[in-house]
T-cell receptor, first 114, second 114 residues
Framework: KQEVTQIPAALSVPEGENLVLNCSFTDSAIYNLQWFRQDPGKGLTSLLLIQSSQREQTSGRLNASLDKSSGRSTLYIAASQPGDSATYLCAVRRRAGNNRKLIWGLGTSLAVNP | EAQVTQNPRYLITVTGKKLTVTCSQNMNHEYMSWYRQDPGLGLRQIYYSMNVEVTDKGDVPEGYKVSRKEKRNFPLILESPSPNQTSLYFC?????????????FGAGTRLSVL
């Protein structure tokens, strides 16, 4: 059974710091891994999608890596800003079955302090 | 603008009073699903639909119904709501469940059942 774990559960950093959020999964049979951002009162926004055949994806100050063999992904945020404060969720899309649903971590709540 | 639209955003109701949460997407996506999000439990899939007239249960389908009569709409029906269905609900869609397909989310519906 696929399980997704995110560490740490919460993180508080001063503005300008580079930071890394971690996501681990137990079954390497995945189609892709996605990182999402969730703001209070708003829906989830997809940040980066890494296909199972890829090692990393970049978008602006964000870089996500994927190591299937070890069951790990990291989200690197460079030069953090107060506007980055949100909950960050990772999810893997499993290969097995017709559903191919997303399996979710519980998220990392990030606070970037001015 | 590509979007997933849920209504209502907030709903307070009483036990046993039937309600429907609507979901509509304008991206011609085939795959749609409903999630509920609860503290400490994360996002759990309620129902999903692979295409028109094709729906199936997710992880927590008890007490819910769905229908997919048109490609763009995927309403969530609670025939007799109970307090344990108090939660934050999200509708999501993607073109399919392939490796490249990003999942798009609605803004969420916060439901309180008294």
């Amino acid at each position: 059974k696929q399980e997704v774990t995110q560490i740490p559960a919460a993180l508080s950093v001063p503005e300008g710091e580079n930071l890394v959020l971690n996501c681990s999964f137990t079954d390497s049979a995945i189609y892709n891994l996605q990182w999402f951002r969730q703001d209070p009162g708003k829906g989830l926004t997809s940040l980066l999608l890494i296909q199972s055949s890829q090692r990393e994806q970049t978008s602006g100050r964000l870089n996500a890596s994927l190591d299937k063999s070890s069951g790990r992904s990291t989200l690197y945020i460079a030069a953090s800003q107060p506007g980055d404060s949100a909950t960050y969720l990772c999810a893997v899309r499993r290969r097995a079955g017709n559903n191919r649903k997303l399996i979710w971590g519980l998220g990392t709540s990030l606070a970037v302090n001015p | 603008e590509a979007q997933v639209t849920q209504n209502p955003r907030y709903l307070i109701t009483v036990t046993g009073k039937k309600l429907t949460v609507t979901c509509s997407q304008n991206m011609n996506h085939e795959y749609m699903s409903w999630y509920r999000q609860d503290p400490g439990l994360g996002l759990r899939q309620i129902y999903y639909s692979m295409n028109v007239e094709v729906t199936d249960k997710g992880d927590v389908p008890e007490g819910y119904k769905v229908s997919r009569k048109e490609k763009r709409n995927f309403p969530l029906i609670l025939e007799s709501p109970s307090p344990n269905q108090t939660s934050l609900y999200f509708c999501a869609s993607s073109l399919s469940t392939g490796a490249k397909n990003i999942q798009y989310f609605g803004a969420g519906t916060r439901l309180s059942v008294l």
